[in-house]
């Protein structure tokens, strides 16, 4: 059972659109983190977000925690070609393991020049 | 600053054989894992540690042993190599602190294919 669905998956665009990419569950996590991920490395960290209804902006990059801590979005504005790369959503759960986090399939997004 | 470090980087095996990967960090954090991470199936938790000498299963951790005698090393190792190991193995490492806020620090993989 995958708890994270992120869609769409693949997502082609040209330079200077904007896109959004979403990461939705039917339960309920303490936080979800977006990473992206280039060719070659590792996934980095871009934020977390913990309070429902939470938004939070990386220069052109809006994130935002659904109210019930459902859900996220991730919201890129005037998209670049640096901006191509895999985006990862990951929950961590409450509990006594809330370290221990499940990723999404992520996100793969091209901008074209 | 060197942060997660993974050796090798990639690695053929036969099927049998047996391998380590190596993971290092040397931010003294006391949670580390293991994932891998294969096309359209996104990053998998196989073992993770929360300090020295306790180690604990993931979501796919039929194939493989850890052992954490030190903060900084966790070593992942294959018993016996089947080409369904084929993938690229990713190690994380990250505070314990305030739990669910820290962020998981990467190395940049070991590409593993089992022929």
């Known amino acids: 059972t995958q708890l994270l669905e992120q869609s769409p998956q693949f997502l082609s665009i040209q330079e200077g659109e904007n896109l959004t990419v979403y990461c939705n569950s039917s339960s309920v996590f303490s936080s979800l983190q977006w990473y992206r991920q280039e060719p070659g490395e590792g996934p980095v960290l871009l934020v977390t977000?913990?309070?429902?209804?939470e938004v939070k902006k990386l220069k052109r990059l809006t994130f935002q925690f659904g109210d019930a801590r459902k859900d996220s979005s991730l919201h890129i504005t005037a998209a670049q070609p640096g901006d191509t790369g895999l985006y990862l959503c990951?929950?961590?759960?409450?509990?006594?393991?809330?370290?221990?986090?499940?990723f999404g399939k992520g996100t793969l997004l091209t901008v074209n020049p | 600053n060197a942060g997660v470090t993974q050796t090798p980087k990639f690695q053929v095996l036969k099927t049998g054989q047996s391998m380590t990967l190596q993971c290092a960090q040397d931010?003294?954090?006391?949670?580390m894992s293991w994932y891998r991470q294969d096309p359209g199936m996104g990053l998998r938790l196989i073992h993770y540690?929360?300090?020295?000498?306790?180690?604990d299963q993931g979501e796919v951790p039929n194939g493989y042993n850890v052992s954490r005698s030190t903060t900084e090393d966790f070593p992942l190792r294959l018993l016996s190599a089947a080409p369904s190991q084929t993938s690229v193995y990713f190690c994380?490492?990250?505070?314990?602190?305030?739990?669910?806020?820290?962020?998981?620090?990467f190395g940049d993989g070991t590409r593993l294919s089992i022929l």
């Open positions: 540690s929360v300090g020295a000498g306790i180690t």
């Open positions: 931010m003294n954090h006391e949670y």
């Open positions: 994380a490492s990250s505070n314990l602190g305030q739990g669910s806020n820290q962020p998981q620090h």
């Open positions: 990951a929950g961590s759960r409450s509990g006594g393991s809330n370290y221990k986090l499940t």
């Open positions: 977000v913990v309070t429902g209804g």
